[in-house]
C-alpha cells in the first residue's frame, strides 16, 4: 500500500509536465522550399508558361494560431517570348500600320525578399483538441517586398505586393510541411526588357504605365519543409496569444 501511495503521488506530481509537453506552442518556424516560376507581361499572358525553377528560405513568427507573419528570401527564373504576337519594333513609329512587327525574347533570375501577414483559415496546432485546433489548414497571404532582376541586360528593381493561398500540415509536433502559390505584383515594367533581338520590351506599344498599371508581376509555387524553434512558456491551459 505504501508502494502504491509513492506510485500514485509521483503520477500526480507529473501530470503538470505532461499536459504542458502535450499543450507546448512555439514562437516561430523556419525552413525552405523548393518549386517552379513563370512571368506575366508583354512577354508571356498564360499561367505557368515558361515555368521556370524557384527556391528559397523562410521564417514565420507565429502571433496565434490563426496568424502568423512571414519573412521570406527566395530565387527565381522567369522567362518569356512575344511568339507570333504583333509586336511593334517601334512603337514610336509613324507608319500607320504601326512599324514592323518585332520579336523579342527574355531570360533572367529575380531576388525576392518580402513579410507577408498569413491568416490560417482553421486553429493551426497539434496538443489541444479541446479548442479545436487542426493540424491541416488552408491559408491566404498579402504583403509587401522588394524585387531585384539582376543583369544579364541590365539590373532592374522595384516593390511588389505579394498575394496568394496555401495549405500547412504539421507531420509532426514541430514539423510541418505545405504547398503555397503566390503571385508577385511589382511597380516595374522592365522584368523582360530585351535588346538581345533589336527589341526592348519596356513601354513596347508606348503606353506608359503607373503604379502597378499595367507593369509586370510573377509567381511562385512552392512547396515548403519548416521547424517549429523557441517554445513558449505554457502553465497548463492558461495561454496568452497575440491579437
Known sequence: MKLFRVILSSFLLCIPWIVRAQDEVYRME??????????????????????????GVMARYILNPHMAIKGNLALGHISGNTGKTFFPENAGSEDADGGRQGFARFTRNVIDFGAQFEFNFWGYGIGRGYEGYSRITPYMLIGAGVTIAPKPVETDAGFNIPLGVGMKFKVKRRLNIGLEW?????TTDRLDVSNTDGVILDTPYGVKSSGFKNKDCYSFTMLFVTYDLFPRCVNCNNIKYVF
Do not use: W
Open 182 to 186: 503566390s503571385v508577385r505584383f511589382t
Open 30 to 55: 523556419l525552413g525552405g522550399g523548393v518549386g517552379g516560376s513563370f512571368y506575366l507581361g508583354d512577354a508571356n499572358s498564360k499561367p505557368f508558361a515558361h515555368f521556370g525553377p524557384m527556391g
